[in-house]
């Protein structure tokens, strides 16, 4: 799929999220292209029907920046109790609502943000569906402190561990200061077991595999349907 298209389907997917969110509530807002399609969508509400929201939180400064751009008022995760709806892009979503997120590098506080939502929405075009998570290096957020000890222990593990790297060639560092080892391991054959082994080890800050996290998906297909 060429790129006009598939940011088509992106928009499609993001302005059927848009409609979904209720004046007055509180709305948490990922990261990535989808989700900047989503604000534009967001936006658009705004100026039309002139909606507000109680809170919005978000989970990188991208976001946040068009989102104040377009004169919405952000807070941070600690002033909220819970997001009634966060919407956010992925990376892979699998039969069984399971994903990989964090292509952008914002898995922690994605997840932060998305284990703080009563109801969770990805919206996706048909290019990131897979039958199995895969298909896609799956990013870990890693201390500094211990990152070339981690980055052998994934290697002898098989994880086939790659460091995330910016437009510079240098380690690409979080928003918390942090580096990304992206694990090429594919397809992930148990992603839970694989999850449990991340979620316990020393130095792994968060993790991209969001499992039974996700509460719909909105995906816009090539030949023009939208499936939910
Ligand atoms: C960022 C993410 C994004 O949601 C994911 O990478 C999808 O991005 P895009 O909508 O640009 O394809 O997890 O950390």
């Known amino acids: ?24 509530s509180v709305l948490g807002v990922g990261t990535g292209s989808t989700v900047a399609f989503f604000i534009d969508a967001l936006g658009q509400r705004k100026e039309k029907e002139n909606f507000s ?24 995760l600690a002033d909220i109790d819970q997001a009634d709806l966060t919407v956010d892009g992925a990376d ?8 990989i997120k964090g292509g952008g590098g914002a898995l922690t506080l994605e997840k932060n943000v998305a284990v703080n939502s009563k109801k969770i929405v990805w919206i996706v075009d048909e290019s990131k569906l897979v039958h199995h998570l895969g298909g896609f290096a799956l990013p870990v957020e890693i201390l500094p402190i211990s990152c070339e000890q981690n980055f052998k222990r994934f290697e002898k593990e098989g994880l086939k561990p790659q460091w995330r790297l910016d ?30 082994y991340l979620d316990h080890t020393v130095g792994v800050v968060e993790h991209g595999l969001f499992l039974n996290m996700c509460d719909k998906v909105i995906i816009a297909h090539s030949d023009g349907t939208i499936e939910e």
């Not at 298209?5 to 209720?22: G, N, S, W």
């Not at 979503?93 to 399971?98: A, C, K």
């Not at 928003?175 to 999850?195: R, S, T």
């Open 53 to 76: 929201l109680k809170h919005i939180v978000t989970t990188s400064n991208r976001s946040k920046k068009q989102l104040e751009s377009l004169g919405f008022k952000v807070d941070e």
């Open 92 to 99: 892979r979503v699998d039969d069984n609502l399971d994903g």
């Open 167 to 196: 437009e510079n060639g240098k380690r690409y560092v979080t928003h918390y200061g942090n580096y990304i080892i992206d694990l090429a391991i594919d397809p992930i054959p148990v992603p839970d077991g694989l999850a449990d």
């Open 1 to 24: 799929m060429d790129k006009q298209k598939q940011d088509q389907l992106k928009k499609e997917a993001a302005i059927k999220a848009a409609a979904m969110v209720k004046p007055n």
